[in-house]
């Protein structure tokens, strides 16, 4: 069976030199030394300012939430993963929902400007499947508004927008490095801000709000990551040129063999990014096309995957608003197998069952 996804697995001995040290120093979790280099060498790759790593990428938006200071309106997307949703609406946040642009998949800038109301205060916006958004143009609506930019990067390591991590843009944005990430530390996320102070507030957040054994200066949660995570993320951190070399090459194989028929629709890369070829989306003419070619894959045991699927907007626990684009694509997107070790034959076998579906 090919799955849409695989996680990379580091050599064994890699990551045993990891264990090792765990051992040696029989220290597990609570900002351990291998927790910090972590931190320190993604910084460093990434050229980032200032970085935390947390649990998951879903505490981390929450997490973001409270070091913004955010309690009422925000304004996101219905097209990404279900945390980008569920997060501000478990921390008590009202939620109003922007359409996307049906090229990029993103949130549309002008959507975001039509949503505003006098409660709005902040925009959630998603980078989907590592594409940049237009940050300038978010940037100039916030700045009008006086909002602040949360930007669920969940997709986005190793992706540069101008010549700038993408890291860099927004008060804050977050990455998941769960296990089905091109980079990944089994389960966990970053939290990043170019404001120190975020960052600080960030650290204590994470950690119940200790500052000290005996301090408490803040409200905090758990929402610290363990030396075991770091040892994973660490040991896949040296094989990452070759995991976006060889990602990039599947992506290319997989344009190169279903380009040029009218029946699909690929996701527009903004030209100003440098991209990291995090996931193969297609989107088909209907939805029925889109279940045709889903059939014929998985009787020929291949597994690809709905993402995003529903559209948040219809979840039950939100208020509903109607993003005709948004809603139409996640009727007919499909994500197409990609990871590490996916053959280049199975590349063409896939692609050749998708033309014979449609």
Known sequence: MIPVTKPFLPPRKVHDSFLDTIWENNWLTNSGPLLNRLESDVQGRLETSNISFVTNGTIAIQIAIKALGITGE????????????????????????ADIDPNSFNIDPDSIEAAITPKTQAILATHVFGNPIEVEKVADIAKHHDLKIIYDAAHCFGVDYDDVSIFEYGDVSTLSTHATKIFHTVEGGFIFSPDLEVRNSVNLMKNFGHDGPEVFSSIGINGKNSEFH???????????????????AQYQLYETLLKGNNNLQFQ???PKAKYNYSYFPVVFTSESVLLNVQSLLKENQIQPRRYFYPSLNKLDYVEYMPTPHAESIAERILCLPLFHNLEDKDINRICDLVLRAI
């Open 74 to 97: 925000i304004i996101t997307t219905p097209f990404s993963y279900v945390a980008t949703t569920s997060a501000p609406a478990w921390e008590g946040c009202s939620l109003r929902f």
């Open 230 to 248: 770091a040892a994973m993320g660490l040991s896949n951190l040296q094989f990452m040129d070759v995991i976006l070399a060889k990602r990039k």
């Open 268 to 270: 527009a890369i903004h």
